[in-house]
């Protein structure tokens, strides 16, 4: 084999519960992950060497050296195989970049899934799963896709049953968030009101609605405990939040980290026309609809 092509999804967070800080950095989290139908594509090409290229709008946001995911994601899984094997990794970005939509982590986990083939490995998701863990806290979840509740780091996945298909409007704004900007920025929130913080907590009528597929309950759940610090840190996203509110999105909230904005709509129809009211109101660089869930990695 010469070639191999992987699509891979964004994902929003349907609930992002943050516990106090670790002593490593991190924060427990209770991370409801939810994959939408907004892809980057992966191509992995026989190759000596490693090297990466980013095609699309936003590759000049990516880096294109050894820093890239994808990359990194490659030489961990050559790493775990004990072999010097080559690629060439060529990504067509799609996901907003620094966006709260993990395409960093997608981009990676796609290139583990395109290079275990390319090499003829044949190692299991199992073992993808632990080298993924190491490559970031969000790499897990998107090799698996679909609907899950991460804890831990978020690293820790069990797979959600959900009824049928959720339709969404996502704002993307200018510029991205730094994730550990976004948690540090949280933590002197919670310093400064000096409430106490306790373990993330899960919530019962959130999981109820995706085994119902109950888009009006799931629209009051949504609930990000980054979304206070994305706002302090980029103030206009409440602006973005209260259109989408306006124009009648069932939930509106910041993706993760942020700064994307995700709008949860009744229907496809009406993901339609809120996403043209958002367009209208200019309270985005670029609005994009999509629905979910949707599977992992696919070979293409
Ligand atoms: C916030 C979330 C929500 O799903 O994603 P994004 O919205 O950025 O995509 C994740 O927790 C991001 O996961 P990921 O982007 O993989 O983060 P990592 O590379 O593991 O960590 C980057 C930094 O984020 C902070 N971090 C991350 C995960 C976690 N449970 N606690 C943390 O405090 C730490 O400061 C860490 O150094
Ligand atoms: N393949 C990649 N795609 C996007 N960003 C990448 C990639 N590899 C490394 N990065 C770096 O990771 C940072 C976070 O990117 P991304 O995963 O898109 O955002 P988020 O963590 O908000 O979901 C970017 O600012 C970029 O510098």
Known sequence: MNSVTVRV???VNLRLAVGPLRDDGFHDLVNVFHAVSIFDEVRAVAETGMRVRVEGESASEVPQDADNLAIRAALAL?????????????IRKAIPVAGG???GSADAAAALVACNELWGLGLPVEDLMEIAADLGSDVPFALLGGTAVGTGRGERLSPLDVDGTFHWVFALADGGLSTARVYGECDRLRAVSGEPVGPPRASEPLLTALRTGDAKALGAELANDLQAAAISLRPSLATTLEAGRAHGALGAIVSGSGPTCA????????ATALAASLKTAGVAREVLTAHGPVPGPTVV
């Open 78 to 90: 050559a790493g775990h195989a004990g072999r010097s094997y080559g690629v060439s990794i060529v």
């Open 9 to 11: 999804p964004a994902k």
């Open 263 to 270: 709008f949860l709509a009744e229907s496809a129809e009406h």
């Open 101 to 103: 939509m993990a395409g």
